[in-house]
């Protein structure tokens, strides 16, 4: 196989049946989506009626989305007043997610991210989560412009994603975590281990932090920010997050 033949979301149907299980052993995987879910619903406007509408943009196998799920209630809000459109481009994946139980208001959606914000009107989402999404979409610039044109305004965009571009130290970690953990694990769990070689250089080559704050700036969202974790993901994993100007 050439690596022209190799189809990510095709990876990421042999990886689905592994999927949770690999990242239960990802320390802090859980508790940072629930961070980066959290900083979304902060930042949703409700409509009269106590509502909002989210799409969470490459949802896999609905861990994301079960985030954003617990993040809601823990602002307090009632499970069946927010309706999520799960997206993703994996079947297999997406297969994982409508084996799980949902309340009320979710859709699982197999398709491409920026294709399926083609379809939306503007000004039609109050917030738009993508975890782990940004890296892997090849017209990164598309995405972004099409979630700013979806949101409206006064809506939030929350991005979270591995970068280590710029940084010495978190290219180190990420190289050594991926060849002495990740990649051998991916063996041992028998998951798709060139899907888990991919993720390694996906992230060594990801931009920057600055350069997808960047990004959002230039799609015209604002009050742009980021944040990062403790433990090795320091300086690894991060969250960003912009919004629509109301
Ligand atoms: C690492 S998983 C993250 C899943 C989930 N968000 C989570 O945090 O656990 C990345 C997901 O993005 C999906 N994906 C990659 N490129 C995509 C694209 N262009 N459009 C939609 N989904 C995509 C993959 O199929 C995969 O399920």
């Not at 949703?44 to 106590?50: F, I, K, N, T, V």
């Not at 481009?89 to 979710?106: D, F, H, L, N, Q």
């Not at 920026?114 to 993508?130: F, I, K, N």
């Not at 990420?174 to 798709?192: E, F, G, N, T």
Request: include cysteine; glycine fraction near 8%.
């Amino acid at each position: 196989m050439t690596a022209h033949d190799w189809v990510l979301a095709d990876a990421f149907d042999r990886a689905a049946p592994t999927y949770d299980a690999m990242v239960a052993l990802s320390p802090g995987y859980h508790e940072q989506l629930r961070t980066a879910a959290d900083a979304l619903v902060a930042g949703l406007p409700l409509d009269e009626w106590g509502t909002a509408r989210v799409l969470d943009l490459g949802c896999g196998s609905g861990a994301s989305t079960q985030a954003l799920l617990d993040a809601w209630a823990a602002a307090g809000y009632e499970s069946g007043s927010i309706a999520v459109a799960g997206v993703d481009a994996s079947a297999g994946m997406i297969g994982e997610a409508c084996r799980k139980t949902w309340p009320a208001g979710m859709d699982f959606v197999v398709s491409d991210a920026v294709e399926y914000l083609r379809t939306l009107p503007d000004a039609s989402v109050d917030g738009v989560l993508g975890a782990y999404l940004l890296r892997n979409v090849p017209d990164r610039q598309a995405l972004v412009e099409e979630v700013a044109r979806v949101l409206v305004p006064g809506g939030t965009v929350v991005l979270h994603d591995y970068s280590v571009a710029g940084s010495r130290r978190a290219r180190a970690v990420w190289a050594a975590v991926c060849h002495a953990v990740i990649v051998p694990l991916a063996a041992i769990k028998r998951s798709d281990v060139p899907l888990h070689r991919y993720l390694y250089t996906s992230v060594r080559d990801f931009e920057s932090v600055a350069d997808i704050c960047r990004r959002l700036q230039e799609a015209g969202l604002t009050d742009v920010r980021h944040r990062s974790y403790r433990g090795w993901q320091d300086g690894v994993v991060h969250t960003v997050a912009g919004g629509r100007p109301a």
